[in-house]
């Protein structure tokens, strides 16, 4: 069993008051890794793009703030990039990516 390390892992023990418990999870990684039909490959390849371009948007966010020596909040840059991963054509410019799919 592995050591519980470090301050983000002691707090999350204590919250859950010794409750954690080892699940297996071989067989969901398996349906990730598993084969896609091409309407799945559609999904999947989406949700990269739009991963993508989301992670670029919010890192353009925080480069335009220091540069511009701006101050901005952490939720304001998460409210900026969630509206624009919900409206992906008009912001990411993802237009083959509806707002069904996401």
Avoid: W, Y
């Avoid at 390390?5 to 023990?13: R, S, T, Y």
């Avoid at 999870?25 to 990730?32: E, H």
């Avoid at 371009?53 to 703030?65: D, G, T």
């Amino acid at each position: 069993k592995e050591l519980k390390e470090g301050n983000l892992m002691q707090m999350a023990v204590e919250k859950l008051g010794g409750a954690e418990k080892l699940a297996d999870v071989t067989s969901g990684i398996a349906c990730v890794l598993s084969r896609k039909d091409e309407k799945e490959m559609k999904f999947v390849d989406n949700a990269v793009k739009l991963c993508s371009e989301s992670m670029k948007f919010a890192v353009s966010e925080v480069e335009n703030a220091i540069e511009e020596e701006l101050k901005i909040s952490h939720v304001k840059l998460s409210e900026k990039t969630e509206d624009a991963i919900l409206a992906p054509a008009k912001t990411l410019g993802l237009k083959d990516i509806s707002n069904e799919d996401v």
